[in-house]
């Protein structure tokens, strides 16, 4: 992607292993990138070691929620920036309710410990928005079993919305007319007969894609276990355009 074009973005998939890494996938983190501007977007375990940017060049995070498959790669991040010989400090966490407190209880940071000064955590939730660069990020809460955001990210007339984990709800208002759509899918089968009612199936992640005009659905955090195309295959009986599953390094401009 030609990075002065202003008005246009890329999605980077670093991770997307649901609950845990693999050999071969990190957990949940991505990044967006507009106009030499780079958002992290959830750092789970796997995904320090699989940037495929210098972590010095990203201008803030988004962590989705406090669960550790989403963020706890930014504890990896915490030693390189606060550690350094060049230590960066103030960097934009854009979070939902819980997370900064689930890394200070691992840190135990006393008052003078680096982590004060490398992040500078803003908690974020229902209409909440900022701006990085020249994407604007507009958040809602998700329907999970801990407080978590979905994201849109908007760049001129064109926009990516991410899920972050959630179960099905009114959140899903935020998609609408999503260029592109990262929406998690944990599950296979017919929705509501999963014991945990936290995460999507396929069928759920087409139906909100259809219902909500999305042009491109891409299906992320999926169970290690389950057969890939089989949930290609579940969204697409309810989704008309273009579904694509997401994948380490890939990339899709939007």
Request: aromatic share 10%; glycine share 10%.
């Amino acid at each position: 992607m030609d990075q002065g074009k202003v008005g246009t973005m890329r999605l980077t998939v670093v991770g997307s292993a649901g609950g845990y890494p693999t050999a071969n996938t990190p957990s949940s983190g991505y990044l967006v990138e507009a106009d030499g501007h780079t958002i992290w977007v959830d750092c789970g375990p796997g995904t320090y070691i699989s940037l495929p940017v210098d972590p010095w060049e990203v201008d803030a995070f988004v962590i989705s929620h406090r669960h550790v498959d989403h963020c706890a790669d930014l504890l990896a991040v915490f030693h390189a920036f606060g550690y350094s010989p060049c230590p960066r400090e103030s960097i934009p966490v854009y979070a939902a309710p819980g997370v900064n407190e689930a890394m200070v209880g691992f840190v135990e940071p006393d008052d003078d410990h680096p982590f004060w000064s490398v992040f500078d955590f803003i908690e974020v939730g229902d209409g909440d928005t900022a701006t990085v660069g020249p994407i604007t990020l507009s958040f809602v809460p998700a329907d999970h079993s801990v407080p978590d955001i979905a994201t849109r990210f908007t760049v001129g007339d064109k926009s990516l919305v991410y899920t972050g984990d959630t179960g099905p709800g009114e959140w899903d208002e935020i998609a609408t007319d999503a260029d592109l759509f990262l929406c998690e899918a944990s599950y296979q089968g017919e929705p509501g007969t999963h014991e945990y009612p936290f995460h999507l199936t396929a069928r759920e992640a087409g139906e909100i894609a259809q219902r909500r005009g999305v042009g491109h659905l891409v299906l992320t955090h999926l169970s290690n276990r389950l057969d890939p195309s089989v949930s290609l295959q579940e969204a697409a009986e309810f989704f008309e355009g273009e579904i694509s599953l997401a994948g380490q390094n890939d990339r899709y401009d939007v």
